[in-house]
């Protein structure tokens, strides 16, 4: 072998080296986004608490299975009470600063038609 054929063969070994490592660098790559994508968009990230009950899921024991039935036909009322604060003058006092505008307004004589508008009737 000559000079020459030596040193290529020591550069393919060597490119061959780092081929390998960096195929491995790529997989490992490869392996770190699946995982992150699972973690953030997989089912282990939409568990539901023990108790809660799922929307989708159809459950025969759920009291929502059945439709209600009225046991009674009278309806029963609900009184609710409360008091408010109110004084004397609270409408003045929102209305104090408001300006007062007097209009009159009258229909012609042709178009007036009753007694109290002076109708010609």
Do not use: W
């Not at 025969?60 to 309806?75: T, W």
């Not at 029963?76 to 009470?81: D, L, N």
């Amino acid at each position: 072998m000559t000079e020459l054929e030596k040193k290529l063969m020591k550069q393919i070994e060597h490119l061959t080296i780092q081929n390998e490592k960096q195929a491995k660098q790529i997989e490992q790559l490869i392996n770190q986004l699946t995982n992150m994508n699972r973690r953030l968009f997989g089912t282990s990230s939409e568990k539901n608490p023990q108790g809660q009950l799922s929307f989708f899921e159809e459950d025969n024991n759920s009291p929502f299975s059945e439709a209600e039935q009225p046991a009674d036909k009278a309806v029963e009322i609900e009184t609710i009470s409360y008091q408010r604060k109110k004084y004397q003058g609270q409408r003045a006092d929102i209305t104090r600063d408001l300006p007062i505008v007097v209009e009159e307004h009258t229909l012609p004589s042709d178009s007036q038609v009753c007694s109290c508008c002076a109708s010609p009737f």
